[in-house]
């Protein structure tokens, strides 16, 4: 089996959601992962930036409307957060639309809300710096 896109950034950034998960459990709202996960990704000095403005466009031109991604680690791994008793192809969706978006190689819908710990990892078959 080949190695997998950004295997070791991947690797640590669930291992924070792990911790995150193991500390809070199942429940919260998402909000509240959301700010324990930041935490968790300072503790662990995973580089990211948070609610990340994502353009869309159209034709080559930029539209009004715009996403907001959860997280962007390591300047190219897209992270969203969920909190739902399970993963939503809705969620799945807006994961790879952020990556299109932005042209992101990575992302990871990480979901709080299970008993344990569930996370889809997408690869954006469109990027460009493969």
Known sequence: MGKL???RETFKIIGAAMAVHKGL????????????FE???TN???P???????????????LQKYFIADFICFDKIVI????????????EAQTINYLKSINAPVGL???FGQASL??????????KNK
Not at 48 to 53: I, P, S
């Open 25 to 36: 459990g199942a429940g919260f709202l998402e909000s509240v992962y959301q700010e324990a």
């Open 39 to 41: 935490r968790e990704l």
């Open 80 to 91: 969203e957060i969920k909190s739902a008793s399970f993963l939503h192809k809705a969620g």
């Open 118 to 127: 569930t996370w889809k990892r997408f690869i954006n078959t469109k990027d």
């Open 5 to 7: 896109i950004y295997e």
């Open 48 to 62: 990211f930036e948070k609610q990340k403005k994502l353009m869309v466009y159209y034709q080559g031109k930029p």
């Open 44 to 46: 662990q000095q995973i």
């Open 109 to 111: 819908l990480i979901n």
